[in-house]
């Protein structure tokens, strides 16, 4: 459950970090294990993704298709870094004081987040793709089929991960749209030693409110002897 405010924040006043809120909340478990498995990735590829067969030329396991190896470190480097910057963001969302700093790191990690989902459904059809054309020849002794294996795994689960991301952020941004975007006035419960004013109204009823700051109308009784001895006599000619 997000805290009242803007964005799924509270005030920026006096908003401390707690480490262990942080690492527990079930949003930056997934950035860590995206980041997790950003790393699995690309470290795969580029340590047992190549193999040299018979030549001094490096071949990609995936059917000696280096568009594939290439797309993979790519999209994992790619992820890895902004799964950082995003742990970072998320550290110092609560103490952004602009709603519109807030309105904005939330819309770039829904656009973010969702990309990068629909990159790594990308590039797991790709490598798997690749992978099932690749024959038994081209790897001797089966050389890098386990990096390429965890490679695939891995891209199937950073599928996920994001693809939850990318909703918990669509829902900040939906929730934050439909609360306060300028102000944290209307948030505020009234102040509990307001007294209550009773306004008068023409009818003899009273109308009680809370608001200490709202003036009583400027109404008057009026006597209807004295509208009678006022009102103007026009001159006879």
């Given at each position: 459950?997000?805290?009242?405010?803007?964005?799924?924040?509270?005030?920026?006043?006096g908003?401390?970090?707690?480490?262990?809120?942080?690492?527990?909340?079930?949003?930056?478990?997934l950035?860590?294990?995206?980041?997790?498995?950003?790393?699995?990735?690309?470290?795969?590829?580029?340590?047992?993704?190549?193999?040299?067969?018979?030549?001094?030329?490096?071949?990609?396991?995936?059917?000696?298709?280096?568009?594939?190896?290439?797309?993979?470190?790519?999209?994992?480097?790619?992820?890895?870094?902004?799964?950082?910057?995003?742990?970072?963001?998320?550290?110092?969302?609560?103490?952004?004081?602009?709603?519109?700093?807030?309105?904005?790191?939330?819309?770039?990690?829904?656009?973010?987040?969702?990309?990068?989902?629909?990159?790594?459904?990308?590039?797991?059809?790709?490598?798997?793709?690749?992978?099932?054309?690749t024959?038994?020849?081209?790897?001797?002794?089966?050389?890098?089929?386990?990096?390429?294996?965890?490679?695939?795994?891995?891209?199937?689960?950073?599928?996920?991960?994001?693809?939850?991301l990318?909703?918990?952020?669509?829902?900040?941004?939906?929730?934050?749209?439909?609360?306060?975007?300028?102000?944290?006035?209307?948030?505020?419960?009234?102040?509990?030693?307001?007294?209550?004013?009773?306004?008068?109204?023409?009818?003899?009823?009273?109308?009680?409110?809370?608001?200490?700051?709202?003036?009583?109308?400027?109404?008057?009784?009026?006597?209807?002897?004295?509208?009678?001895q006022?009102?103007?006599?026009?001159?006879?000619?």
């Amino acid at each position: 459950m997000e805290a009242a405010g803007g964005y799924g924040t509270r005030k920026a006043a006096g908003v401390r970090f707690d480490p262990v809120a942080f690492f527990t909340h079930p949003r930056t478990i997934l950035r860590l294990l995206s980041w997790v498995f950003s790393i699995v990735v690309f470290s795969c590829i580029v340590n047992e993704g190549y193999i040299n067969i018979g030549s001094e030329r490096l071949l990609c396991v995936f059917n000696n298709n280096a568009d594939a190896c290439n797309y993979g470190i790519t999209v994992g480097v790619a992820c890895f870094l902004c799964s950082i910057c995003f742990l970072i963001v998320d550290v110092y969302f609560p103490s952004m004081s602009n709603i519109r700093d807030r309105k904005r790191a939330v819309l770039l990690d829904l656009i973010f987040s969702g990309l990068a989902s629909f990159l790594w459904f990308v590039g797991f059809c790709f490598l798997a793709n690749q992978w099932q054309a690749t024959s038994p020849d081209e790897l001797p002794l089966a050389q890098g089929s386990d990096a390429a294996r965890a490679t695939i795994t891995f891209s199937f689960f950073s599928i996920l991960t994001w693809a939850v991301l990318t909703l918990s952020a669509l829902r900040r941004y939906l929730t934050g749209s439909k609360t306060n975007l300028f102000t944290w006035q209307h948030l505020d419960p009234a102040p509990s030693h307001a007294r209550a004013t009773p306004y008068p109204i023409p009818n003899g009823a009273t109308i009680v409110t809370t608001n200490p700051y709202q003036a009583p109308p400027f109404t008057e009784t009026l006597d209807p002897q004295k509208l009678t001895q006022q009102r103007p006599v026009a001159p006879a000619f």
